[in-house]
């Protein structure tokens, strides 16, 4: 099982830019080997707070159908999951608030690795970020 983060959608639906290929050649590999796909409620909190920030409304729509079609489930937040962040979030990682709960979330369905070109979360042992072609 892989989750896929906030910034893969994000290339996708977006303007040229190296990344976008990338996002694509990476998760029609993971489709064509089977691999289950997810995310959780925060990477959709993430598209919308992004688009709306930069002034660009109209991308959320195409960005959440995109996130919508390629994964199998979206995970739920739950209070659990605010609390583990919470530990996260105050380790030497220095992860941000929102790579903690994705962490939290990935750990409680027993998520190891993660499709994003973020390399924070390459800071966290025992996560395998995938990142390039």
Not at 16 to 24: I, R, V
Not at 41 to 70: D, N, T
Not at 82 to 99: C, K, M, T
Request: aromatic share 6%; glycine share 6%; charged share 25%.
């Amino acid at each position: 099982m892989t989750f896929v983060d906030s910034n893969i959608p994000m290339y996708l639906i977006g303007a040229d830019h190296p990344h976008k290929s990338e996002a694509q050649v990476l998760l029609e590999r993971l489709i064509a080997a089977g691999q289950r796909l997810v995310t959780d409620a925060e990477v959709l909190q993430e598209i919308l707070h992004r688009y709306a920030a930069i002034g660009k409304r109209e991308a959320i729509g195409p960005a959440f159908q995109l996130l919508l079609e390629i994964v199998d489930d979206v995970l739920a937040i739950e209070k659990a999951d605010v609390l583990r962040a919470g530990e996260i979030v105050q380790n030497r990682a220095l992860l941000s608030a929102r790579d903690s709960v994705h962490i939290a979330v990935m750990e409680r369905h027993g998520v190891r690795s993660i499709l994003s070109f973020d390399a924070d979360f390459d800071r966290w042992p025992g996560l395998k970020r995938i990142h390039t072609i």
